[in-house]
């Protein structure tokens, strides 16, 4: 079976600083994806940043960069020079290749932006 | 290029009644599947279609039916409503989860549902 996990149910950060968001996972799987998708209070998903399993490198889009620790199965979310439009909820999750096909989601983490 | 869609928005049932939501697709995907996402939970899957004409079960399928008999559309089916079935329901397709790297599954905005 394949988990994501969530420890922080909750973050906030001051507006202009760094914040980073902790998933870990579990899976059997050799090939797969990780993903950050953001929750705004408008309830739409949206995609904030993808890794490949394969790809040594940490995957980075703009303010947006992950640290990517294959053997830790750790897979956290770094939001650099935060803004205010940032506040949402923030799903990790897991897309195995080789298994069942669909996206395993962590529980969430609720980030304040302070001002 | 609309994306992914929902219908309803909103919807109030009473216990024992029975919906159909649906949602569309107007990027050619292949794969579909509804969401169910309850607080503190996340999102968790209830049926997927790896193509038209099949489905299959997900993490938490009982209480829900699908179709999937047209390749932009996918259908979820409550025949009859309990309060445990009040939720927020996602819909998402993707051309292929084996697909090039820069696939990804996209959202539909959602349905509140709730059930009295």
Redesign the interface.
């Known amino acids: 079976a394949q988990t994501?996990t969530q420890s922080q149910?909750e973050m906030s950060v001051q507006e202009a600083e760094t914040v980073t968001l902790s998933c870990t996972y579990d899976t059997s799987e050799s090939d797969y994806?990780l993903?950050w998708?953001k929750q705004p209070p408008?309830?739409?998903?949206i995609?904030v940043i993808?890794q490949?399993a394969y790809k040594q490198q940490n995957a980075t889009e703009n303010r947006f960069s992950v640290n990517f620790q294959k053997a830790a199965k750790s897979f956290s979310l770094k939001i650099s020079d935060s803004q205010l439009g940032d506040a949402a909820m923030y799903?990790c999750a897991l897309?195995g290749?080789q298994g069942a096909?669909?996206?395993?989601?962590?529980?969430?983490t609720r980030l304040t932006i302070n001002p | 290029n609309a994306g992914v869609t929902q219908t309803p928005k909103f919807r109030v049932l009473k216990t024992g009644q029975s919906m159909t939501l649906l949602c569309a697709q107007d990027m050619n995907h292949e794969?579909m599947?509804w969401y169910r996402q309850d607080p503190?939970?996340?999102?968790?899957?209830i049926h997927?279609s790896?193509g038209e004409g099949t489905t299959?079960k997900?993490?938490v399928p009982d209480g829900y039916n699908v179709s999937r008999l047209k390749k932009q559309n996918f259908l979820l089916g409550l025949e009859s409503a309990a309060p445990s079935q009040t939720s927020?329901y996602?819909c998402?397709s993707s051309y292929s989860?084996?697909g090039p790297?820069t696939d990804?599954?996209?959202?539909g905005?959602?349905t509140r549902l709730t059930v009295l």
């Open positions: 994501v149910p994806y993903f998708y408008s309830r739409q998903m995609l993808r490949e799903f897309w290749i096909q669909k996206l395993v989601f962590g529980q969430g | 794969y599947y503190g939970m996340g999102l968790r899957l997927y790896v299959a997900g993490e927020v996602f998402a989860p084996r790297s990804t599954q996209y959202f905005p959602g």
